[in-house]
């Protein structure tokens, strides 16, 4: 099957290049609201999932259709992507000093009818104390609008912020490549 990756992430783009993987981009814009009642990496797999959903009518039968959902969370608070500098300053003044959890949800739909395959997975990130200035200084050099809990582990931030994870550093990139990988081989695309 061919496969369709519905993302305009750069970092999932490049890590299905990684992959050695072939892969048509599709883009078009999807409401990312989810029910309050849901909780970190529930979060991820419904908005991935919903993803897929307003794809599903234009998938022939012979693609595969991969979407994904990153989300960070400080206990069950979910820190989307920041509306502007001041709030990514804020969410990273939260961050700092501190561990969180970072979800990636992903689906994959077969355009034949299948059932899709959906999972999350989680990494728990440990930040050092950053300093204002450290942080007003990614936040401008970097502008890390386009992020979920305004940074990115491949990032200048990252790099002098991260002490150490627990799980998969390519699931804070935004796809966890082990799992994909191993989603797709079942599903007999490797």
């Known amino acids: 099957m061919k496969l369709i990756l519905a993302s305009g992430s750069p970092r999932r783009r490049q890590l299905l290049t990684d992959l050695g993987l072939a892969y ?34 234009d998938l022939a039968p012979d693609e595969l259709l991969l979407t994904a959902d990153t989300i960070v969370c400080l206990a069950d608070d ?21 561990a969180h959890q970072v979800y990636t949800g992903v689906c994959l739909l077969p355009g034949d ?11 728990t990130v440990h930040f050092r104390a950053l300093s204002p200035a450290e942080i007003t200084f990614y936040v401008d050099r970097y502008q890390p609008l386009d992020k979920a809990g305004a940074y990115g582990a491949q990032d200048w931030l ?21 799992r994909v990988w191993a989603a797709l081989h079942a599903l007999g695309q490797l």
């Open 78 to 98: 979910v820190l989307n992507k920041p509306a502007d500098a001041a709030a990514a300053r804020a969410m990273l003044t939260r961050l700092q000093g501190r």
């Open 113 to 123: 009818g299948r059932p899709p395959v959906v999972f999350s997975d989680e990494t």
């Open 24 to 57: 048509e981009i599709r883009l078009r814009e999807v409401d990312e609201s989810y029910p309050p009642t849901l909780r970190r990496g529930a979060v991820a797999e419904y908005l991935a999932r919903h993803k897929a959903a307003a794809y599903r009518p």
């Open 158 to 178: 990252g790099l002098v912020g991260i002490e150490r994870l627990e799980g998969s550093y390519f699931n804070v990139m935004g796809l966890p490549t082990h």
